[in-house]
């Protein structure tokens, strides 16, 4: 019944028995409806309300509201009980929502074309008829730090959090004793690509598929995660269809599932999971660890064992073949396999005995079964030859608990010329502390791919690191080049080398600025600015303060010559080649466009190309990130390490998208390639691609389900806004407020 000014203080309130229904002016927000406002509130407790269609205890719309120290609790509605935001961000920092209802979706927080940020929030003992105990979240990317998600009930599908086409990021989050009454006790992803960082999933209960986490159509990325003490038909602690999740150094312990798949049920799915261990889960049919349907999961350095009920640690079916490198996959029961695949070189030897079998199944090579003497306990040998009769290698190997007695290769690489050796050229294997001088070999390097780093020396160049790969017994042998000394610099062979220490680098000079070649388009008046081809060394280097894998290894890249626009792609300009303008912030036609798909911007190149000579279209992640970097210099953020004077982001946007070209460019004359909004490229998304892309004009991978965007937007830490970091967006025919474009052209295609 009250009305507030938009930027209204609120400290020590109670708001309670509010009611919004349709003879109210708005149906939703019981408690408090924000519309294009950004109150804060202090120390409010937000009780007892109801709304008749969502929202019950607030109801956010185009609004960021600053929530501290505030509790929403035993709120009522028809979707979204305690709060829901559409194209809405608030920040709620030491918040409980607890004791909401739904009659529809989400108890707790609903978010829709949102992107709250969540810090030591609690959201506990809310409810949802159909999906979202906790939190539900549609076209939405929040961020959830130390974050706990508890007792919450969901009559579908996701008892804690449930994502729709969302990309949210956790950290620090617990997500426990939630249940839902089909998929996802902990979670449920659809279409969706979440990132968790240091999460337990715990205690989750599922009606039918993962107990923990489940997946449809969807690529989460686990890194550092628990998933323990779940419950579910299929998938104890993770179930996955048509899905490709990503994990790291998880652990999925003491799940159950009540049919198949104890630790994980995969179906038309193939995750990725490195340094994983899935031990004590069980299941009373088959693949107590793991269930593969049509599915072929990679595994590395991972540890499968001591799961029970069933048969097999690992059970594949229908077409089904695991890529199983450097693991230890031993059974619990003396009857029956320990893996089951249709790839005949993973079959395993015939039951030796009947005792417990465990297989070490190494890259490049076949498995082994390894019998445990039922007499000493001792682990014997593995046999003299495989299944196919062939020789087994005789280089170190033990069934269990030493990854370092498995397989090994030999790296050996020469550096030229001898003036850059005898100015201290050296290399080393990336993560190690040794180096080694041209032509020493490092002995004894388990199988598997490596990155080799080269040491920087005064006044010499060469390229920072290069991949290569070690096979079993055998030596990979490489030769790089250091580039002669620049000759301007006199005396640089003179350097005194101090047998004991490393000499300092000579101070890099400052490159003078160099004039820009621009070009403008006659059809739209587009800007562009000529960026000369060259190599560099693409990814997170030394002169960044974090990295993260997706931006690993560094490599040289050499691309031709292109032009790039000199600013986003404006309101104004899409206007006028579209008709409309779909962008959120409707501030003017100078602001960039947003809310643009992969798709729309194809349409918008399409009809732009049709009206003139020009062939425009997006850039290529390499070619983005050598622009980005000042035709690829060593620069943090797009010009330099000064992100504020460079780019709009969270600390400086008010939350909002600005004009274009209204911060400083970088060294070519481009503006706003950190910040203010993200840029979709061309290229489809893979994790691992830097690794395996080619030298020279990297288109990107072939195919995928997601299109990358770059550079970092208005909401986006400065992390972010960094010119190595890499965003996984979200489907092609899908837009978000933070993300728009540039464009390209090839040369003489203006």
């Known amino acids: 019944g009250t009305d507030l000014d938009e930027t209204a203080v609120l400290d020590g309130f109670t708001i309670t028995e509010g009611n919004a229904n349709a003879a109210s002016p708005y149906d939703a927000g019981g408690g408090m409806h924000n519309h294009n406002s950004s109150p ?126 969302s990309n949210p990021t956790l950290n620090n989050v617990t997500i426990s004793g939630n249940n839902a009454g089909v998929g996802g006790g902990g979670m449920a992803n659809v279409n969706s690509s979440p990132t968790l960082n240091n999460v337990t999933i715990s205690g989750n209960n599922a009606g039918v598929g993962g107990g923990g986490m489940f997946n449809v159509d969807s690529n989460p990325i686990l890194i550092n995660v628990t998933i323990t003490g779940n419950n579910a038909y299929t998938g104890g602690g993770m179930g996955n269809v048509e899905s490709n999740p990503t994990l790291n150094n998880v652990t999925i312990f003491d799940n159950t599932a009540s049919e198949r798949g104890g630790g994980i049920y995969n179906t ?92 070490a199944i190494l890259k490049n090579s076949p498995a082994y079964a390894i019998p445990k003497d039922a007499g000493d306990g001792n682990w014997n040998d593995a046999p003299d030859t495989d299944q196919r009769g062939m020789p087994r290698a005789t280089s170190g190997f033990r069934a269990i608990g030493a990854y370092e007695d498995l397989r090994f290769g030999n790296i050996q690489i020469f550096i030229e010329p001898s003036e850059a050796i005898e100015a201290g050229a050296q290399w080393q294997i990336h993560g190690t502390s040794t180096w080694y001088n041209s032509g020493e070999t490092a002995y004894n390097v388990p199988v598997g791919v490596y990155t080799i780093d080269f040491k920087r020396i005064p006044e010499w160049k060469s390229q920072r690191s290069i991949g290569l790969n070690v096979e079993l017994d055998k030596t990979v042998t490489r030769t790089v080049s250091y580039f002669e000394p620049d000759l301007f610099l006199p005396g640089v062979m003179m350097l005194l080398l101090d047998d004991e220490k490393e000499p300092e680098p000579a101070p890099k000079p400052e490159p ?46 050499c691309l031709d010559g292109f032009w790039i626009g000199k600013y986003e792609v404006t309101q104004g300009q899409w206007t006028q080649v579209m008709g409309s303008n779909p962008s959120t912030f409707l501030s003017g036609d100078n602001y960039p466009v947003e809310m643009v798909s992969w798709n729309d911007v194809q349409e918008f190149i399409t009809e732009l190309n049709s009206r003139g000579t020009s062939t425009f279209r997006l850039p290529t992640e390499a070619e983005w990130e050598y622009a980005a970097r000042s035709g690829g210099r060593e620069e943090k953020y797009a010009g330099g390490d000064d992100i504020d004077s460079l780019g709009w982001y969270r600390d400086n946007s008010g939350d909002r998208t600005h004009e274009v070209g209204t911060k400083a460019p970088n060294g070519l004359g481009i503006y706003d390639m950190s910040g203010n909004v993200w840029e979709w490229v061309s290229d489809w998304y893979r994790s691992d691609y830097y690794a395996e892309s080619p030298t020279y004009n990297p288109q990107g991978p072939d195919t995928g389900s997601y299109r990358v965007a770059r550079g970092g937007g208005f909401r986006s830490f400065a992390s972010h806004c960094r010119a190595a970091s890499r965003s996984l967006r979200s489907r092609p025919g899908y837009g978000y407020f933070d993300l728009g474009f540039r464009l390209v052209l090839s040369p003489g295609q203006q």
């Open 512 to 557: 003078e600025p160099q004039p820009v070649e621009t070009w403008t388009d006659p059809v739209t008046g587009m800007e562009f600015v000529w960026v000369p081809g060259g190599c560099f060394d693409r990814g997170c280097g030394d002169w960044y303060d974090e990295c993260f894998p997706i931006e690993l290894p560094v490599r040289e890249i």
């Open 40 to 165: 804060t509130l202090n120390n409010v407790t937000i009780s007892g309300n109801n709304a008749g269609v969502g929202g019950g205890g607030m109801h956010n719309y185009r609004s960021s509201p600053t929530l501290n120290n505030v509790t929403i609790s035993g709120n009522n509605a028809y979707v979204n009980g305690g709060i829901s935001n559409f194209y809405s961000n608030p920040n709620l920092t030491n918040v409980t929502i607890s004791g909401n209802n739904a009659e529809l979706g989400c108890g707790g927080m609903g978010n829709y074309y949102s992107n709250p940020t969540l810090n030591d929030v609690t959201i506990s003992g809310n409810n949802a008829g159909d999906v979202g105990g906790g939190m539900a979240n549609v076209n939405s990317n929040p961020t959830l730090n130390n974050v706990t998600i508890s007792g919450n009930n969901a009559g579908v599908g996701g008892g804690g959090i449930t994502n729709g086409d």
């Open 268 to 359: 038309h799915s193939n995750p990725t999971m490195i340094n994983v261990t899935i031990a004590a889960n069980s299941s009373p049919s088959y693949g107590r660890g793991i269930y593969n349907s049509s599915s072929s999961p990679t595994i590395k350095n991972s540890i499968i064992w001591l799961n029970g009920g069933g048969t097999n640690e690992i059970y594949s079916r229908f077409g089904s073949s695991p890529v199983i490198s450097w693991s230890i996959i031993q059974g619990g029961y003396p009857d029956g396999e320990n893996i089951i695949t249709d790839d005949p070189l993973l079959q395993p030897l015939a039951d030796n005995g009947g005792f417990t079998k465990t297989l």
